[in-house]
């Protein structure tokens, strides 16, 4: 079945996007299931009001019902966001190959920066990921998240100044204490 509506066809403008917004998702809920639930309400909304999408950048638009889809969900559930594991095979599609010791240091090196990323307050991670992981531009994330470029080149700032500490922290405990002295 294909869903034509006037200004398109709906498989053809969205569905290229149900990557980017799965592990949109994936990042703002902390778990598949959730995730999975977040992304499939949201394709049902897209789809429901698709009829007022007016062109433009289909995977912003997306992206923004995703992320408002997300936080309704948050908002709306009593249980904190879960530390389900995270399947870096699949978000993060590194091809790991060389010798087991490469290996083993590609992996804990992906493990310390996704622990990093979970780590930071929601605001800061969804910001990176839309940046860093989606390459979304600034004007696209301001878009998504309804906020000047101003704030998003702060909030982006921000994040990954907080990001790089938390990750000298993790590698290094003891300079940690002297990243806080420098701040």
Not at 54 to 81: E, F, M, P
Not at 82 to 102: M, R
Not at 152 to 168: E, G, N, P, S, W
Request: charged residues 25%; hydrophobic residues 40%; aromatic residues 8%.
């Amino acid at each position: 079945m294909t869903w034509s509506i006037s200004n398109g066809n709906f498989e053809d403008k969205m569905l290229p996007h149900l990557n980017a917004a799965y592990t949109l998702a994936r990042w703002l809920t902390g778990n598949v299931q959730d995730a999975e639930d977040a992304v499939q309400d949201a394709y049902v909304r897209a789809l429901r009001f698709f009829g007022d999408y007016r062109g433009g950048d289909g995977r912003a638009w997306l992206l923004q019902i995703v992320r408002n889809t997300c936080y309704t969900r948050l908002h709306k559930s009593i249980a904190r966001i879960s530390d389900a594991s995270f399947d870096e095979e699949v978000h993060i599609g590194e091809c790991l190959s060389g010798t087991p010791e490469t290996i083993a240091i590609q992996s804990a090196d992906s493990q310390m920066v996704r622990k990093a990323i979970e780590e930071l307050p929601l605001r800061y991670r969804e910001i990176l990921i839309l940046r860093e992981i989606e390459g979304m531009s600034y004007s696209e994330i301001g878009e998504i998240l309804n906020e000047p470029l101003g704030n998003i080149r702060t909030t982006l700032f921000r994040a990954r100044q907080r990001l790089k500490k938390r990750l000298v922290e993790i590698t290094a405990p003891e300079n940690s204490k002297a990243v806080a002295a420098c701040e």
